[in-house]
């Protein structure tokens, strides 16, 4: 998925929507590309569930997510679109 090996992260940040929810007053979530259409889809408009843990974060009073169109062409309520940044 990434190319080359090169590009692979050798480290990561990782925690449960749980642990989140308690501790974290304010959540970003990114999402790029086609290939995070169907679980921008399943966060924001699929039912809440363990089948796709970030759809919790809708319960979370201050979760702001981020994404670009191929990660959002599965959503079909309305969006807040931003400037789009220079490339």
């Not at 995070?36 to 569930?49: C, F, L, N, Q, S």
Request: include cysteine.
């Amino acid at each position: 998925e990434f190319g080359d090996l090169s590009l692979v992260p050798t480290s990561a940040f990782t925690m449960g929507v749980g642990t989140i929810r308690k501790y974290w007053s304010r959540v970003v979530l990114f999402a790029f590309g086609d290939n995070k259409a169907d679980a921008t889809y399943g966060m924001v408009e699929g039912k809440i569930g363990p089948h796709c843990p970030a759809s919790f974060l809708r319960r979370h009073a201050h979760a702001i997510v981020l994404v670009d169109q191929p990660a959002a062409k599965r959503l079909t309520g309305e969006l807040k679109s931003l400037p789009k940044l220079p490339t």
